[in-house]
T-cell receptor, first 112, second 113 residues
Framework: SQTIHQWPATLVQPVGSPLSLECTVEGTSNPNLYWYRQAAGRGLQLLFYSVGIGQISSEVPQNLSASRPQDRQFILSSKKLLLSDSGFYLC???????????FGDGTRLSIL | GQQLNQSPQSMFIQEGEDVSMNCTSSSIFNTWLWYKQDPGEGPVLLIALYKAGELTSNGRLTAQFGITRKDSFLNISASIPSDVGIYFCAGSRAGGSQGNLIFGKGTKLSVKP
């Protein structure tokens, strides 16, 4: 069966520091991969999605970037974090268009 | 950007009561999904709908894909305390890119024992 892993589960970072969040999927090949951010008590905002290695689409202009160095690995990065980058970051995967997305357990990011 | 209108925003009910929530859009959708999110965790898929008029159950949960393809509802029968959480609808628009989902803002469900 397929599984998705995100780490770390929680992270506290100072303003201006770099960021790297990892997401890996097991049990499937060539998945679509997604990064979302969820502000407290709010809905999910799509940040990036990827349909293949090295293919990244950005949904909103921001201080973050994403990379897909391997088929089942998706990384969310920043060179310099802002206070506004705080939130709950979720990675998700799906097999293809129109199929449900399945989420990881998320990373709670707090910027001080 | 495109929005899904999900209502109600929150519900406070007594254990054993039935629950109903819905999502509407001004655009046509070709997939409707319902998720539940517990605090500090990622959303978990409850029900997926792919055809207009489709009615699907998952235990005490029932969801329907509206005939107009612009709405969907989720019903929970005989609620129990573990039903507490935030329920999200999500849809994939006809012609949307790469199956990207649009999410509602969620319905927060509280169940009083």
């Amino acid at each position: 069966s397929q599984t998705i892993h995100q780490w770390p589960a929680t992270l506290v970072q100072p303003v201006g520091s770099p960021l790297s969040l990892e997401c890996t999927v097991e049990g499937t090949s060539n998945p679509n991969l997604y990064w979302y951010r969820q502000a407290a008590g709010r809905g999910l905002q799509l940040l990036f999605y990827s349909v293949g290695i090295g293919q990244i689409s950005s949904e909103v202009p921001q201080n973050l970037s994403a990379s897909r160095p391997q088929d089942r690995q998706f990384i969310l990065s920043s060179k310099k974090l802002l206070l506004s980058d705080s939130g709950f970051y979720l990675c998700a995967w799906s097999t293809q268009s129109r199929q449900p997305q399945h989420f990881g357990d998320g990373t709670r990011l707090s910027i001080l | 950007g495109q929005q899904l209108n999900q209502s109600p925003q929150s519900m406070f009910i007594q254990e054993g009561e039935d629950v109903s929530m819905n999502c509407t859009s001004s655009s046509i959708f070709n997939t409707w999904l319902w998720y539940k999110q517990d605090p500090g965790e990622g959303p978990v898929l409850l029900i997926a709908l792919y055809k207009a008029g489709e009615l699907t159950s998952n235990g005490r949960l029932t969801a329907q894909f509206g005939i107009t393809r612009k709405d969907s509802f989720l019903n929970i029968s005989a609620s129990i305390p573990s039903d507490v959480g935030i329920y999200f609808c999500a849809g994939s628009r006809a012609g949307g890119s790469q199956g990207n989902l649009i999410f509602g803002k969620g319905t927060k469900l509280s169940v009083k024992p």
